[in-house]
Structures are given as structure tokens and as C-alpha cells.
């Protein structure tokens, strides 16, 4: 199976300038390959032209210019494969009448990856085995410092760097064998997510919401208005772009922080856990606008500040990281994960199985209007989806 490590690397002001230098040409390259590709199509003879050509370019490219001479020819390749990638989604998109968003150029901030394919080609993990602090090897850049948190277990197959800010990262992806699964606790459990808390299970336990990205929002609105104040193209206004992207890092960070330590205590527990199957771009999706028939070009009210403050909740609490963090989880310690159909968990009683939209009277109580059933309506939704979980299960099973 394959896995993947981020680990932060130290290089030296030198080694920093040359990385920025090696990100500079690269984007350098992407930027001119999708020019040739508009220029062709827009050309009276709608030429095509593919990877496979612009990579036959290469060698040439190289001897022209020795700036792009000095890097990793196969990383080259693979910033000409990342274009053709976003070609080949642009296309999908098209034919699936979604929208388009053909590919654009890059600029230099935002183009912050170079990708290595193999292990030896341009560059070397652990490139200085005798000397105790690891090391990477980038053509080009020379032996930098990892901060290596961690042992990398497996084969390693690709490396990229990555920039964020201020900071480098090294992303190893290894070839390693499936891990031994965890002893069997002979436990399930229903999760329900929501948004006064973080989840709830059929136990009647509850992780409470952290709301990361609400705690942080006094500081990013004061880092707004002062960027606000900067004037364009000054050193002020850099700056004050830097502390927002800081910010937003951190929010990150704890989000993932979070996802990750609640996840692998619920791995840890229990052998099957179902969760419902959310579809979360659906659910944060802006209200249609509401004409008015009686005033032209006017609109009715919508709903849409109400919406806005359920689709800042939503994301800020981040079921869709969590979710896809706890299914990875869950296939390397050996426990099944399964997705249920949300429809009416929290509504129906799992006492007499009555479903109606008077049973959950306010947003934590649940109140049964035909048994008499109370308890709180997050935990009922979790009770249910373990139920639609395990009748899945045995469905599956046969």
C-alpha cells in the first residue's frame, strides 16, 4: 500500500534561494507549455499538442536555456505531466457539463511543488546515511537538512517539495506492506456529526466541536482591514498577505490535528463504525436567488445570511477531512468503515421506529410523539446509523 510522510526541511539561506530559484523555473516551464498549447489550439489548424510532445522538447529546452539545465530533468517531466492533468480534467468537466475553468497561468507565488517520480533521479532520501541528521539530495539544491519526526517505513517512490509560507517541506510517498491489523474489541458504533458537537455516538458519548476557524476570526478580520490599508506592490502589504496565509495555516493545522486524534481514538475502539453518507458540496451550496414577480430586477428574501452562517459552521468543522482521514485509518488497522443514508436518522425513534418531524421538537431534543421516547436527538441519529450500518452490513454479507 502506498503512504505518504511530510516532514519540515531546513536549508540553508543559499540552499532557500536556490529552491525559490528551482520553484521560479518550473512554474517558468508550466506557464510556457500552456502557452504553446493555446497558441496552437488557437492557430487556424486547432493543432493538439500533448505531453508527449513538450516532453520531446525537453532536451532541447535544456540546451538553450541552462537555467532549466540545472534541475532534475524527470522533475521537469513531471511538471509537464502536471499540466496535461489539468488538461485532461479541464476536458472531463466540459463533457460532463460542469464548469470548465480552463487552466491558467501560474505566478510565482502560487506555484509552490516540484515532484521528483523515483527515488535516485534527481534527487536521494537519506541521501547522507553516515551522518546522523537525515538529509535530502535535490539536483541543483545539494544535501538539505530534514526534520524527521518520525521513521519512514517502506520503499520510498517519490519525493516533492513543497513551500508554504516561509517554511519547506519535504512529501515522501513509500511502497510499504499492509500493516497487522489491530486485535478485534468486538465493538460498533454510529457516529452522527454535527455542528453544536463535533459528533455523537450510539453510546451516548459526545466529542465536542472545537471551531477552530470561529476562534481565529477576530485576528483574520483585524489581518484583513490592515491589508486593506497597504498600499499594492508595497512591503507593508506583502506582509500583511503573509500573517493571513499564517493564520489560515494554523486553522489548518488544528483542524487536521483534531481530525486525526478523533479518528484514531475511534479506530482504536471500536471494529465497525458507520457514519452517514454526506454529500457536504451539496449541503454548503448558496440558496438560488428568489425574483420577485412584482418588482423587476428586485429579489425576494432567500435566506441566504442564515445559510451563509451554516455554510461557515459546516467548514469549519470539517467532516469531509475527518471522514476521509478516518476511512484511511480504518483500512490500516483492519476496521470497516461504512457510509449510511442520512435520510431521517435523527427523526426516527429507535424505540417503536415512528418517523416524524415532530419528534425532534428543538435542535437537541428528541421526543417521541408516539412512545414517549427522550433522549438527545444527536445520539438517536448515531443509534440510527449504526442500525442502517450493520443491516448494510449483513445485506453485504449475504
Known sequence: MMRAYKFLIRPTVGQEQQLAAMLRDHCGLYNAALQERRDAFRHVSRTTVRYGDQS?????????DPDQARWSFSSQQATLRRLDKAFAAFFRRVRAGEKPGYPRFRSSRRFDTVEFPKDGDGCRWN?????????????????????QHRPVVGRVKTISVKREGRRWYVILTTDQARPEPLPPTGSAVGIDLGIANFLADS???????????????????????????????SKRRREAVETIARLHRKVRRQRLDHAHKTALSLVREHDFIAHEDLRIRTMVKAPAPRPDPDRPG?????GAGAKAGLNRSISDAGWGVFLTILTAKAECAGREVMAVDPRNTSRRCPAC?????????????????????????DTVGAVNVLRAGLARRDTRKG
Open 56 to 64: 520531446g522538447q525537453l532536451k532541447e529546452i535544456r540546451a538553450f
Open 127 to 147: 541521501s547522507t546515511p553516515h551522518d546522523p541528521v537525515t538529509r535530502v539530495r535535490l539536483q541543483g539544491v545539494g544535501h538539505v537538512r530534514v526534520h
Open 203 to 233: 453510546n451516548g458519548g459526545f466529542v465536542p466541536n472545537p471551531r477552530h476557524g470561529a476562534k481565529a476570526t477576530a485576528k483574520l478580520e483585524a489581518a484583513q482591514q490592515a491589508l486593506t490599508r497597504c498600499k499594492r506592490g
Open 298 to 302: 428586485g429579489f425576494l428574501p432567500n
Open 353 to 377: 421506529g415512528h418517523t416524524a418531524k415532530e419528534n425532534r421538537p428543538t435542535q437537541d431534543t428528541f421526543h417521541c410523539v408516539a412512545c414517549g421516547h427522550r433522549a438527545h436527538a
